[in-house]
């Protein structure tokens, strides 16, 4: 499979990523079929060098089935070169267990019991 991804350049701690097509099966900083553009996260957001892409490049490559990686795909779709991906859903770990839930919920049931209804002290 084709990927379109970052390559990871630029010195420890000042990091400079190229964006390149590559065979999903090369390492990350290894070999390459071609360079489309680069990101440097360190300059301000507003930055006209902060991202840099060859749209013409990108367009065919996607056009011939390279599958870009998320971080990729999201420029890319603020470039309006495609479509935005669907949020993933975030992992369930901090949420409370079942029993805990079920517990929540027979306080909540038991607390709107005891309060007197408003309407119902108005008449």
């Known amino acids: 499979m084709i990927a379109i991804r970052m390559t990871r350049h630029g010195a420890k701690k000042r990091p400079f990523f190229h964006i390149v097509v590559a065979d999903s099966r090369s390492p990350r900083?290894?070999?390459?079929?071609?360079?489309?553009?680069t990101y440097n996260p360190l300059l301000p957001r507003d930055h006209a060098q902060r991202l840099t892409?060859?749209?013409?490049?990108?367009?065919?490559?996607?056009?011939?089935?390279?599958?870009?990686?998320?971080?990729?795909?999201?420029?890319?779709?603020q470039a309006e070169l495609m479509k935005p991906r669907e949020r993933r859903d975030q992992t369930k770990k901090p949420l409370p267990r079942a029993k805990a839930q079920e517990r929540m919920k027979a306080e909540a049931a038991a607390a709107?019991?005891?309060?007197?209804?408003?309407?119902?002290?108005?008449?």
């Open 112 to 123: 709107a019991a005891a309060a007197p209804a408003p309407e119902a002290a108005a008449t």
């Open 29 to 37: 900083d290894g070999r390459f079929i071609e360079k489309l553009g």
């Open 53 to 77: 892409l060859d749209k013409e490049r990108i367009a065919h490559w996607l056009k011939v089935g390279a599958q870009p990686s998320d971080r990729v795909a999201k420029f890319l779709s």
